[in-house]
Every structure is written in structure tokens, then in C-alpha cells.
């Protein structure tokens, strides 16, 4: 049976690096929505040119238009193994339509893995990525503004019985062993 993942957690907390690890050992397709982005806006598609719309005025894009990238990305061949999805849902309503959706198509999320970290590991790795923009200030309003829409997810994927919460705070290595064992769980 394929595995359906969804990966959650702050900024810095350690979901693209966890997901490089995951590609390497299971027969998952890491799909984060930053690359459905790009790839949409790069292939000038009709998704693409709604989205620019926003973005160009520096609006969030809204809900169906994310929601119908994914829907789309989520058809091709490559996912019938399994997915990980990372970045994606951003917020509860963007949950319901992916259960919703899932369903339809005879499919569901098979785990839902949230890499918790205190914040004072968050912004020091943020803060060591060099990024000209990542000041404690802006580090600490995104964490704000990230936790104000994770931890609702959270509760929804508690909810529903897929909620695997990992210590992302330490070593990647004792982090993968973690999430290792949750998705060997899942055959």
C-alpha cells in the first residue's frame, strides 16, 4: 500500500532535510509546494498566471488556486508509490480539501509527521543560514506567524489518528531513526 505522508513543523525545524533522507530509503515522491509553484509560474499555466496575480501584489495566493496545484501534481504517475507532501497544508480548510480529495480518488494521508523544536533552536538555525533577511526580528514574526497556523493543523491530524510527533531538535541522524520508525509502522 502506498504511504501518504505529510511532513509539518516551523521553519528550521528540519522538514527538507528529514525529506532528503525519506526519498533515499522509500519509494516516495517529495513534493513541496514552493516547487509546484515554481513549476507553475515557470510553465506560464493557467494555475501559474492566477497565482502571479497574487503574488505580484504581494497577496497570499488564495486557497483554491493552491489547492488546485496540488490537485493536479497529485495525478501524475510518479505519486502511485506514495508522496510526502511539505509545505502543503498551510491551514485547515487546505486540510479538509486534501482528505476530501484523497478520498475520491481512493487514496488517503497515512501519516502526518510534526518536527517539534523549541524556539531557541529554530532561531539559531535560522539565523545560521546567512540569509540577509533572516534577522531575530523576522525570524521571530515568522515563527509567529507559522506557529498561528501549524498548531491548528496539528490538532486536525491529532484528531484524525496520524499525528506522529517527533523531538527535531537534535541530531538529523536521532531525528531519521524516529521517522524511520514511524513510517516502517506503517506497512
Known sequence: MAKNLILLGLPGAG??????LIVKDYPLVHI?????????????TDLGQKARAFMDAGDLVPDEITNAMVADRLEKDDVEAGFMLDGYPRNEAQAIFLDQYLAENGKKISATIYFEVSDDILRERL????????TPEVIDNRLAVNKAANLPLVDYYQKSGVLHAINGG?????????VKKVLDSLD
Open 170 to 178: 537534535r541530531e538529523v541522524n536521532d531525528v531519521y531513526h524516529d
Open 32 to 44: 513541496s509546494t514552493g516547487d509546484i509553484f515554481r513549476a507553475n509560474l515557470a510553465n506560464d
Open 127 to 134: 539565523l545560521g543560514r546567512g540569509r540577509e533577511d533572516d
Open 15 to 20: 522538514k527538507g532535510t528529514e525529506a532528503d
